[in-house]
């Protein structure tokens, strides 16, 4: 793309449209504030965390087409943090103004069939699959996938969606269990460790890579996150920044990325994409120069991509809502974590969501311990952990 094509960039103190009030939107909209921004989010939850800092928060589904008129009239520029927003809105919103990343890449990332098909077609290393449509499909798949995830292709998050199955016959039930919606059937494989990577990319197709980050996952929600990734040798690091940097001009995407990763006997296989910030990106806030939602910024408003540094080594642990229940079940009495464990950790910031209520499972803040040393910020982020409350099991 030529210089001239590319747009003016928005300049402060415009107002930018946020779709999504989740906490990826809460921590664009400090982001955006900081830089001197206004944003207004729509949500249809009033008590979304991003609506609660926005400059305005407009309660409105996100097919409400009057809502979204007022949002092209009031915003210079669109982004999401919430990749099941209907593509159809975003195609309408960007009759009006930028939306940033477009309708078609957040469609491939909102599919399962059609990100497997994404990644197959462009010669992106992924897992064997199979798509399933019929009980037909799933009596034709190779029996070499067993055992097997089965992913509803749509609308499934924190290993929502999923089911572990041993056989076609366990496949069947779980498949009518879905309603017989749109599958991925995946091979389960036996995962060294999980890496990811964030990234951005602008309008002139500048790609800025933050160091791929390692995962650790409790119950198929992320659990802690690793930065810089300690288990990967440099060289799978490296590789990994590159197939996401791939994918990311592959789509034509502009804005902030993340790309999840399975390691396998030491080869790199490429789970899922999210098209928006990514959980396994928040010790950006506090461990490198410029932070994933900073970069989103920058990528909506076409001003040029940050460094993505990072100054310190960093330990991300998330706080899910069992914590607010005395047994850790939504059976026992509902109480507020005791956060006075947490203020004298050397190097821990806290953040915490403003969530109306929490649910076990539910995301509702997470802490970052940095430092100097990577491995005594991981054990000190693993023993703030388990004074908070959260356990193993
Ligand atoms: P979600 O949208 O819930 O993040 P994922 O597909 O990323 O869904 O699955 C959540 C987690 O479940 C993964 O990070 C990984 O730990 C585990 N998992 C998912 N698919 C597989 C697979 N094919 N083999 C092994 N583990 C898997
Ligand atoms: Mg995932």
Redesign the pocket.
């Known amino acids: 793309m030529s210089e001239s094509a590319l747009s003016a960039p928005i300049l402060p103190p415009a107002t930018l449209g946020m779709l999504g009030g989740g906490q990826l939107g809460r921590f664009f909209v400090s982001a955006a504030h900081e830089m001197g921004y206004k944003v207004w989010v729509l949500d249809p939850d009033p008590h979304s965390p991003a609506g609660r800092i926005a400059d305005f928060h407009l309660v409105a589904a996100y097919d409400d087409y009057a809502a979204l008129d007022r949002v092209a009239a009031e915003c210079a520029a669109v982004t999401t943090e919430f990749e099941n927003v209907p593509a159809a809105t975003l195609d309408y919103l960007a009759k009006f103004v930028p939306v940033r990343p477009g309708a078609a890449a957040v469609a491939v990332c909102q599919n399962r069939i059609e990100e497997k098909g994404f990644l197959a077609g462009n010669g992106l290393p992924h897992?064997p699959y199979a798509a399933i449509r019929s009980d037909e499909d799933l009596r034709a798949a190779d029996a070499a996938l067993f055992p097997a995830?089965l992913?509803v292709a749509r609308f499934?998050?924190?290993?929502?969606g999923?089911a572990r199955v041993a056989d076609v016959d366990e496949a069947l039930a779980a498949f009518h269990q879905f309603k017989g919606e749109p599958c991925v059937l995946?091979?389960?494989?036996r995962?060294d460790f999980?890496l990811s990577v964030v990234l951005a990319r602008d309008e002139a197709g500048a790609v800025r890579c933050f160091p791929a980050a390692e995962?650790r996952?409790r119950r198929?929600i992320l659990d802690v996150t690793i930065a810089p990734a300690q288990s990967a040798p440099a060289g799978l690091r490296d590789e990994a920044q590159v197939v996401a940097a791939r994918i990311a001009e592959h789509l034509g995407y502009v804005g902030t990325l993340g790309v999840?990763f399975?390691v396998c006997e030491g080869v790199l296989y490429v789970?899922?994409m999210a098209p928006r910030p990514h959980n396994s990106g928040h010790h950006t806030i506090d461990a490198c120069d410029v932070s994933q939602y900073d970069q989103q910024v920058r990528a909506l408003c076409g001003l040029p991509l940050g460094v993505p540094r990072q100054h310190s080594a960093a330990a991300m642990v998330n706080l899910l809502g069992e914590l607010w229940y005395a047994d850790g079940h939504a059976t026992g009495a509902y109480r507020e974590p005791d956060w006075r464990v947490l203020a004298d950790v050397p190097g821990l910031r806290l953040h915490l969501y403003g969530k109306h209520h929490a649910r076990p499972g539910r995301k509702m803040g997470h802490f970052t311990v940095v430092g100097e040393d990577q491995a005594a910020v991981l054990a000190q982020a693993l023993r703030a952990r388990g004074a908070i409350g959260v356990t193993d099991e």
């Open positions: 897992g995830v992913k499934g998050y924190d290993g929502k999923q995946e091979k389960l494989l995962l999980e995962n996952h198929g999840e399975f789970n899922e």
